[in-house]
């Protein structure tokens, strides 16, 4: 059963720790996206990659945040340092060339990030 | 500035009826129309979607319609499950020129009493 994989699962850290999620996309999937959900914002796309390559990181505050794809197996997404207003619920998706033009995504299960 | 609004933060209703589910937007450019499904703990699922040259897809117990003019969607779910309870997530995809961007609002929480 072919899945977006997410670790950790769960973080708790203090201000000013760097904090690093990964994510494992389905095998064969082209585009890789990073979401960070909130009460008041919903799901907020930070970055997206297709082959490996980012394609938009608008969302992403550059200052403190990073995202990468060492390769086809392996998206990071960095905080440095880490704020109490990061806190959130950070998930991965993963979807094939055809979803790009649907919208269709499989998303992982979320890293909940709580910084102290 | 919402893109893509439900307004309406929590739903309940009975099992075996009808729950109707809306979703409005403000963007002409949208081609496609998602409805996804998210329970505690997990992440969202995929549930139904609907291109913009249609006015109605269904899937079972699910049917989506599309009203262009209105600029509105809904997601029905005939008859209703306890297991359906989750929170459902509207979202509209439109193209900028090589990207592919997915506008998403702020879910309703759909609660199915026994």
């Known amino acids: 059963d072919a899945r977006v994989t997410q670790t950790p699962r769960h973080k708790v850290t203090e201000m000013g720790q760097e904090v690093t999620m990964r994510c494992q996309p389905i095998l064969g999937h082209n585009t890789v996206f990073w979401y960070r959900q909130t009460m008041m914002q919903g799901l907020e796309l930070l970055a997206y990659f297709r082959n490996r390559a980012p394609l938009d990181d608008s969302g992403m505050p550059k200052d403190r945040f990073s995202a990468e794809m060492p390769d086809a197996t392996l998206a990071t997404l960095k905080i440095q340092p880490s704020e109490p207003r990061d806190s959130a619920v950070y998930f991965c998706?993963?979807?094939?060339?055809?979803?790009?033009?649907?919208?269709?995504?499989?998303f992982g299960e979320g890293s909940r990030l709580t910084v102290l | 500035d919402q893109q893509v609004k439900q307004n309406s933060p929590s739903l309940s209703v009975q099992e075996g009826r009808i729950s109707i589910l809306n979703c409005d937007y403000t963007?002409?450019?949208?081609?496609?129309f998602l409805w996804y499904k998210k329970y505690p703990a997990e992440g969202p699922t995929f549930l139904i979607s609907?291109?913009?040259i249609k006015d109605k897809n269904e899937d079972g117990r699910f049917t989506v319609f599309l009203n262009k003019s209105a600029k509105h969607l809904s997601l029905h779910i005939v008859p209703s499950q306890p297991g359906d309870s989750a929170v459902y997530f509207c979202a509209a995809k439109y193209d900028a020129g090589n990207n592919r961007k997915l506008i998403w609002g702020l879910g309703t929480s759909l609660a199915v009493n026994p």
């Open positions: 609907i291109s913009s």
């Open positions: 963007n002409s450019m949208f081609d496609y």
């Open positions: 998706a993963s979807g094939p060339r055809l979803a790009e033009n649907t919208g269709e995504l499989f």
